[in-house]
């Protein structure tokens, strides 16, 4: 059985960091894009980054880009997504999740997580 488990959520100030990881088990996910998406107050699921199962491509939504890094660990079916400079605006559940590439990623991912809470406030 194919499962996500996210961690590394919680509540942040303005302007610090976070970082959260995604653990994969169940098969190895060593070919697969994985990523992050979030949802926030208005219950939109929005794509937040992805990247290739080499790691040699990433992707980021506009909104976190040149503050969010993506990266993974094939050797521990592992994601993660170091999350700096944190805004309100970033507060909502997020999302582990894989496809067979980041197009799909992005819409219509093969295997999602529970997700975990991200809260930016002061």
């Known amino acids: 059985q194919v499962q996500l488990v996210e961690s590394g959520g919680g509540s942040v100030q303005p302007g610090g960091s976070a970082r959260l990881a995604c653990v994969a088990s169940?098969?190895?996910?060593?070919?697969?894009?994985m990523g992050w998406l979030r949802e926030g107050p208005t219950k939109y699921r929005e794509f937040v980054a992805g990247?290739?199962?080499?790691?040699?491509?990433?992707e980021y939504s506009d909104s976190v880009k040149g503050r969010f890094t993506i990266s993974r660990d094939n050797t521990k079916n592992t994601v993660y997504l170091q999350m700096n400079n944190l805004k309100p605006e970033d507060t909502a559940d997020y999302y582990c999740?894989?496809?067979?590439?980041?197009?799909?990623?992005?819409?219509?991912?093969?295997?999602w997580g529970q997700g975990t809470p991200v809260t930016v406030s002061s």
């Open positions: 169940g098969r190895t996910f060593s070919s697969d894009a």
């Open positions: 990247i290739s199962w080499s790691g040699t491509i990433t």
């Open positions: 999740a894989t496809a067979r590439n980041i197009p799909q990623l992005r819409e219509n991912p093969d295997y």
